[in-house]
């Protein structure tokens, strides 16, 4: 009887499956006599084969019990809408001269990759990534920005009195006054988007 309750309890489909009335009502939980069967579980457990053979059956009911997988299909990646393929696809390879490809078939980004250059430098200026020279991966981070910026009146009024020479900073960087100019200019850059 125990073990017909627990069946019911685990079927897979919900209108199978035994309710909380179905097993109050069950005759198992409303026995009242006692049974004098001797439960042979440590006998059965100390022989190999029997409990090899109940992992088996256990591994065959959960088998039984598994929903089929659902199909997955994957969009294409030229339709798909992630900020971070669409980044990759828009600043492509870096080619050797420094420059970054512009894709005309997302000429809006433009402004969205500049953003993400700025909020790179203040990234690095608050957590610099361990392991690097933090100084050289400063200035790389920030003439990334620099060359997707440099209208941004901020950037030009501001880098300069840090040292910044168009391709790198020439004396030891303040992070945290680094790090609030180029929050100004996102302020800035994201005010003119807003405002056209």
Same mark, same amino acid.
């Given at each position: 009887?125990?073990? +017909?309750?627990?069946?019911?309890?685990?079927?897979?489909?919900?209108?199978?499956?035994?309710?909380?009335?179905?097993?109050?009502?069950?005759?198992?939980?409303?026995?009242?006599?006692?049974? !004098?069967?001797?439960?042979?579980?440590?006998?059965?457990?100390?022989? *190999?084969?029997?409990?090899?053979?109940?992992?088996?059956?256990?591994?065959?009911?959960?088998?039984?019990?598994?929903?089929?997988?659902?199909?997955?299909?994957? *969009?294409?990646?030229?339709?798909?809408?992630?900020?971070?393929?669409?980044?990759?696809?828009?600043?492509?390879? *870096?080619?050797?001269?420094?420059?970054?490809?512009?894709?005309?078939?997302?000429?809006?980004? +433009?402004?969205?990759?500049?953003?993400?250059?700025?909020?790179?430098?203040?990234?690095?200026?608050?957590?610099?990534?361990?392991?690097?020279?933090? +100084?050289?991966?400063?200035?790389?981070?920030?003439? !990334?920005?620099?060359?997707?910026?440099?209208?941004?009146?901020?950037?030009?009024?501001?880098?300069?009195?840090?040292?910044? +020479?168009?391709?790198?900073?020439?004396?030891?960087?303040?992070?945290?006054?680094?790090?609030?100019?180029?929050?100004?200019?996102?302020?800035?850059?994201?005010?003119?988007?807003?405002?056209?």
């Amino acid at each position: 009887m125990a073990k +017909d309750i627990v069946r019911k309890l685990l079927k897979v489909k919900p209108e199978e499956r035994l309710t909380i009335e179905g097993v109050l009502d069950h005759p198992w939980l409303n026995c009242t006599e006692a049974l !004098d069967n001797v439960l042979p579980s440590a006998q059965m457990m100390m022989d *190999k084969a029997v409990v090899a053979g109940i992992q088996q059956a256990h591994a065959e009911q959960l088998a039984n019990m598994r929903i089929q997988d659902l199909n997955v299909s994957l *969009k294409p990646l030229n339709s798909v809408n992630n900020p971070i393929l669409r980044k990759r696809k828009l600043l492509g390879p *870096k080619p050797s001269d420094g420059f970054f490809i512009h894709d005309p078939e997302n000429g809006g980004e +433009d402004s969205n990759v500049a953003l993400e250059k700025l909020r790179d430098v203040i990234a690095q200026c608050i957590l610099p990534q361990a392991g690097e020279n933090e +100084d050289e991966k400063l200035n790389e981070v920030m003439y !990334d920005a620099w060359r997707f910026n440099r209208d941004c009146k901020q950037l030009r009024d501001g880098l300069p009195g840090l040292s910044w +020479d168009g391709r790198s900073f020439s004396d030891k960087v303040d992070r945290l006054k680094l790090a609030e100019i180029v929050k100004q200019a996102i302020e800035e850059k994201t005010n003119l988007e807003e405002s056209h």
